[in-house]
């Protein structure tokens, strides 16, 4: 069974019963930095996933990644992420990352129904404010997306021993990618206008899976 962990611009989404969802966030909302990964990802080990798919509203950090692209990144840098681990002895000392096999399905899988993007890495922040424009220029010279959970739920995954992935959809151009400057307003305004057709990939993914 899947488990799918579903971002802010995607909570609620109605998947069928082709996978056990959970929101991200949690309601009432927890911001990003405050999210309880371990807590939602046992959830879903104990609703009897065997593997995670993580739905992630991410900024483009490059023009080529603009809103509406759909990318399965294949890495993640998280060099500001605090202290994550659910281990307290040398086991924490792992090398973590997406899981190969599993990646390498879940694209076969949307390949089928929508263009999607084989690799690239997503940069987590700690978040919860969005980035400047300078640090956006910083980033992108080593990264595709940018985001605020992605890496957390897949280093907590990895040390739970269930294999996890994660797509990613681009709602917005980073800060200062764009010609015009970002303002809140455009991040809630991409993932409305995709929320739907994400919905709708899903539920065929499921369906045909």
């Not at 080990?45 to 509406?68: F, I, Q």
């Not at 690239?120 to 640090?135: D, N």
């Not at 995954?157 to 010609?179: R, S």
């Amino acid at each position: 069974m899947v488990g799918i962990i579903l971002g802010s611009g995607a909570a609620g989404l109605d998947l069928g019963d082709g996978a056990v969802t959970i929101d991200r966030h949690g309601d009432p909302y927890r911001l990003p930095h405050l999210v309880d990964h371990r807590a939602n990802l046992e959830y879903l080990r104990e609703a009897g996933c065997d593997r995670l798919l993580g739905v992630s509203s991410v900024g483009g950090l490059r023009p080529d990644v603009g809103p509406g692209t759909l990318i399965v990144p294949d890495d993640f840098i998280a060099l500001d992420l605090p202290p994550m681990t659910t281990l307290a002895d040398h086991r924490a000392h792992r090398v973590p990352g997406f899981d190969r096999t599993w990646r390498a399905g879940v694209v076969e899988a949307l390949a089928k129904h929508a263009e999607v993007r084989n690799g690239g890495t997503y940069w987590q922040v700690a978040g919860p404010r969005l980035e400047t424009a300078a640090e956006v220029r910083f980033i992108a010279r080593h990264a595709e997306v940018i985001g605020m959970t992605v890496a957390s739920e897949c280093i907590v995954a990895g040390e739970l021993g269930i294999p996890y992935a994660a797509l990613c959809l681009v709602d917005n151009l980073a800060n200062g990618v764009a010609a015009t400057e970002l303002e809140l307003a455009d991040v809630e305004a991409g993932q409305a206008r995709h929320r739907a057709d994400l919905e709708q990939l899903l539920r065929r993914v499921l369906t045909s899976a």
